[in-house]
Nanobody, 118 residues
Framework: QVQLVESGGGLVQSGGSLRLSCAASGRFFSINVMAWYRQGPGNQRELVARVTSGGITNYADSVKGRFTISRDNAKNTVYLQMNSLKPEDTAVYYC????????????WGQGTQVTVSS
């Protein structure tokens, strides 16, 4: 069974930094796009950043220049380095990946809370 396990959330002051990690485990052939989404209080889930297997990245306008997504294909892990955090970044952050088993499915992590205090 394929699983995505996130770590690295927590409480940080405005202007601080956090690094999120998400590791895929289980039996699969390959991982295509890996991404981070977030859902703040009263908001819909939104895309934060995504990275292809070839390393091409895309970011939401709200995080450009502050967040960096990267992946280690050998470890089946995606990271999100978050700098210059703002209170509006407070949300539950979810890892997402398109993973090929006998078919290509979209998988989600359980979510990790990030809280930025002013």
């Amino acid at each position: 069974q394929v699983q995505l396990v996130e770590s690295g959330g927590g409480l940080v002051q405005s202007g601080g930094s956090l690094r999120l990690s998400c590791a895929a485990s289980g039996r699969f052939f390959s991982i295509n796009v890996m991404a981070w989404y977030r859902q703040g209080p009263g908001n819909q889930r939104e895309l934060v950043a995504r990275v292809t297997s070839g390393g091409i990245t895309n970011y939401a306008d709200s995080v450009k220049g502050r967040f960096t997504i990267s992946r280690d294909n050998a470890k089946n892990t995606v990271y999100l380095q978050m700098n210059s955090l703002k209170p509006e970044d407070t949300a539950v952050y979810y890892c997402n990946a398109d993973i090929q088993t006998s078919y290509t499915g979209r998988y989600w992590g359980q979510g990790t809370q990030v809280t930025v205090s002013s």
